[in-house]
T-cell receptor
Framework: DADVTQTPRNRITKTGKRIMLECSQTKGHDRMYWYRQDPGLGLRLIYYSFDVKDINKGEISDGYSVSRQAQAKFSLSLESAIPNQTALYFC????????????FGDGTRLSIL | AQTVTQSQPEMSVQEAETVTLSCTYDTSESDYYLFWYKQPPSRQMILVIRQEAYKQQNATENRFSVNFQKAAKSFSLKISDSQLGDAAMYFCAYRRGNFGNEKLTFGTGTRLTIIP
């Protein structure tokens, strides 16, 4: 089983719909992150959480919200989806040690029509 | 704010040859970490190699090695004996070294094509 699991893997929806992307991890990491990947722009940070009670905005948080339901679960919501939120979304986790990499899920490809 | 620049959107190399992907970064920090991630068509993000800024020795992982030039703020990835499975997007990433700053800043990526 994957250490970082994202659901759904793919999603097509319509403008104005509320969408939730879910992420769960079995690595026991405190740190969890949501990134968005767009062609030519790399990955950009949407939100991150250092523990259940600590949520922080990243560089592109407008139009998104998150919930850290437990140490192992971190969900990303689009309250009213718009077409320019069409992208590949990644969840990642890490521990405290600086030289340790972030571990990524397999991504959710979201298309908003 | 830190920035990471990958100036080569696309690169290609003959199978079994060597290729170097470039990455530069801008930071005022002295303690930080650098990473190269590979994203094959399966879209997974796979760690290739990492480098601690306080280490002068360049990191190596089998056919993958880096040329870390701290003063020049350069962190290039060399792939030796290129294989078809190396075809992917490659992302350079930076993170600050101090506690509480584990988030990554990514470059825009380089798409590597392997020519059989």
């Amino acid at each position: 089983d994957a250490d970082v699991t994202q659901t759904p893997r793919n999603r097509i929806t319509k403008t104005g719909k509320r969408i939730m992307l879910e992420c769960s991890q079995t690595k026991g990491h405190d740190r969890m992150y949501w990134y968005r990947q767009d062609p030519g722009l790399g990955l950009r940070l949407i939100y991150y959480s250092f523990d259940v009670k600590d949520i922080n905005k990243g560089e592109i948080s407008d139009g998104y919200s998150v919930s850290r339901q437990a140490q192992a679960k971190f969900s990303l919501s689009l309250e009213s989806a718009i077409p320019n939120q069409t992208a590949l979304y990644f969840c990642a986790t890490s521990d405290l040690r600086g030289n340790q990499p972030q571990h990524f899920g397999d991504g959710t490809r979201l298309s908003i029509l | 704010a830190q920035t990471v620049t990958q100036s080569q959107p696309e690169m290609s190399v003959q199978e079994a040859e060597t290729v170097t992907l470039s990455c530069t970064y801008d930071t005022s920090e002295s303690d930080y970490y650098l990473f190269w991630y590979k994203q094959p068509p399966s879209r997974q993000m796979i760690l290739v190699i990492r480098q601690e800024a306080y280490k002068q020795q360049n990191a190596t992982e089998n056919r993958f090695s880096v040329n870390f030039q701290k003063a020049a703020k350069s962190f290039s990835l060399k792939i030796s004996d290129s294989q078809l499975g190396d075809a992917a997007m490659y992302f350079c990433a930076y993170r600050r070294g101090n506690f509480g700053n584990e988030k990554l800043t990514f470059g825009t990526g380089t798409r590597l094509t392997i020519i059989p």
